[in-house]
């Protein structure tokens, strides 16, 4: 079965600084994606980045990189340049390719401190 | 282009009522997710389907039943309310591409309180 663990209930980072959210994963499946989603507190799901198994290169878009480890089965999301608008709750998922069944993490609460 | 869509935004049910949370996205795609998030959770997959007339069970899927006649619209049936049930249900969608790496595209969640 698929397991996703995030170990960081709450974060808080200074403006402008950098911070890892971690996410370690569990599959048995050798084809799967990561995905990281933001949830502010009006509640709605935002997809950020994904990363694929036999991605040779870490994922980035813009501000965020995934720190893939495949062997560690982790997945650390990479915020560079916190803004007080990154203030929310991040979700690491995970979905393996022959299975439809997406799995979220419990979250991580970030908050960012001006 | 509205995405996905989800009616209504909140209700409160009695235990034993039945009701449908709608979901409708206009992307054309083939793929559609019902969720739950309970307090303080990560999301659990309720039901998911891959086309019209096509339907399967995902992680948590007692208590709630679903159909899918077109591509567009993917309802959720609760027929005899639980407190248990209590929670915030999301619908998503995702074109059929193949890959573990569809990103799904969220509706903006349904709150629903059954007392």
């Known amino acids: 079965a698929q397991k996703i663990t995030q170990t960081q209930p709450g974060m808080f980072v200074q403006e402008k600084e950098a911070v890892t959210l971690d996410c370690t994963y569990d599959t048995s499946d050798p084809s799967y994606g990561l995905f990281w989603y933001k949830q502010p507190s009006s509640g709605e799901m935002i997809f950020l980045i994904y990363q694929g198994s036999y991605d040779q290169q870490n994922a980035t878009e813009g501000r965020y990189s995934l720190n893939f480890q495949k062997a560690r089965k982790s997945a650390n999301l990479v915020i560079s340049a916190s803004q007080l608008g990154d203030s929310a709750m991040y979700f690491c998922?995970?979905?393996?390719?022959?299975?439809?069944?997406?799995?979220f993490g419990a979250g991580t609460r970030l908050t960012v401190k001006p | 282009n509205a995405g996905v869509t989800q009616t209504p935004k909140f209700r409160i049910l009695k235990i034993g009522q039945s009701m449908t949370l709608q979901c409708t996205q206009d992307?054309?795609?083939?793929?559609m997710y019902w969720y739950r998030q309970d307090p303080g959770m990560g999301l659990k997959l309720i039901y998911y389907s891959v086309g019209a007339g096509i339907t399967d069970k995902g992680e948590v899927p007692n208590g709630y039943n679903v159909s899918r006649s077109t591509t567009e619209d993917f309802p959720l049936r609760l027929e005899l309310a639980a407190p248990s049930q209590t929670s915030v249900y999301f619908c998503a969608s995702s074109a059929a591409t193949g890959t573990p790496g569809e990103t799904q595209y969220f509706g903006p969640g349904t709150r629903l309180l059954v007392l």
């Open positions: 992307m054309n795609h083939n793929y």
């Open positions: 998922a995970m979905r393996s390719y022959n299975n439809n069944d997406m799995r």
